[in-house]
């Protein structure tokens, strides 16, 4: 249902611009999110966005990441600059919240800052 791509190895401070591929013509009616699970640590959100376009984002990330969407393309995006490497982990987008036992996680995007 979602295909994550644009993951890679940064240095820190540096920038990656990951996206979101949702299938099927009902993304606009969905608020959605970016989350992120690192090594040995539960999934978390880190942003989201309604369907009209607030967003909300993690303590972690404020002021360095910034989320979006295309309706018409049904993509959602995620702009991460000043990355560190507490950063690192692989990053997935859903529905926030996503409905156990419906909607599935794909293979998410891998995010590695490191010098």
């Known amino acids: 249902q979602f295909v994550e791509s644009g993951g890679g190895s940064v240095q820190p401070g540096g920038s990656l611009r990951l996206s979101c591929a949702a299938s099927?013509?009902?993304?606009?009616?969905?608020?959605m999110g970016w989350y992120r699970q690192a090594p040995g640590k539960q999934r978390e959100l880190v942003a989201g966005i309604t369907t009209g376009g607030r967003t909300n984002y993690a303590d972690s990330v404020k002021g360095r990441f910034t989320i979006s969407r295309d309706n018409a393309k049904a993509t959602l995006d995620l702009q991460m600059n000043s990355l560190k490497p507490e950063d690192t982990a692989v990053y997935y987008c859903n529905k926030n919240p996503p409905l156990a036992g419906f909607d599935s996680w794909g293979q998410g995007t891998q995010v590695t800052v490191s010098s």
């Open positions: 099927g013509s009902l993304f606009r009616f969905y608020e």
